[in-house]
Nanobody
Framework: QVQLVESGGGLVQAGGSLTLACAYS????????MGWFRQAPGKEREFVAA????????YYTDSVKGRFVISRDNAKNTVYLQMNSLKPEDTAVYCC???????????????????WGQGTQVTVSS
């Protein structure tokens, strides 16, 4: 059964750090590119970061560059999003997603992803 399960969300003060994890199964997801998206109340879903199946290529939205790091461990079937220097505007539900292939031009487009997790809440207090 296709499944993406996020964990690691929570409440943190501004300037703090959190690391999100997304466990994926079945093992065939190790050949998929993975992305992180977020959605704040009343706002559209927003692309955050993506990583190729090998982990050799990554892509970030401008607002998180230098603060967030996406990585993956295919042996553990897990993709991570390390979030540093968090800001109140980072508050959102964060979801991981999977798609075949890694193309910079379309990695930001949620419609290009085939599978989604349920999401984990991240709240950053000021």
């Amino acid at each position: 059964q296709v499944q993406l399960v996020e964990s690691g969300g929570g409440l943190v003060q501004a300037g703090g750090s959190l690391t999100l994890a997304c466990a994926y199964s079945p093992r065939t997801f190790s050949r998929y590119a993975m992305g992180w998206f977020r959605q704040a109340p009343g706002k559209e879903r927003e692309f955050v970061a993506a990583i190729s199946w090998s982990g050799g290529s990554t892509y970030y939205t401008d607002s998180v560059k230098g603060r967030f790091v996406i990585s993956r461990d295919n042996a553990k079937n897990t993709v991570y999003l390390q979030m540093n220097s968090l800001k109140p505007e980072d508050t959102a539900v964060y979801c991981c997603s999977a798609r075949p292939g890694f193309t910079i031009a379309t990695m930001h487009d949620p419609k290009s992803y085939d599978y989604w997790g349920q999401g984990t809440q991240v709240t950053v207090s000021s």
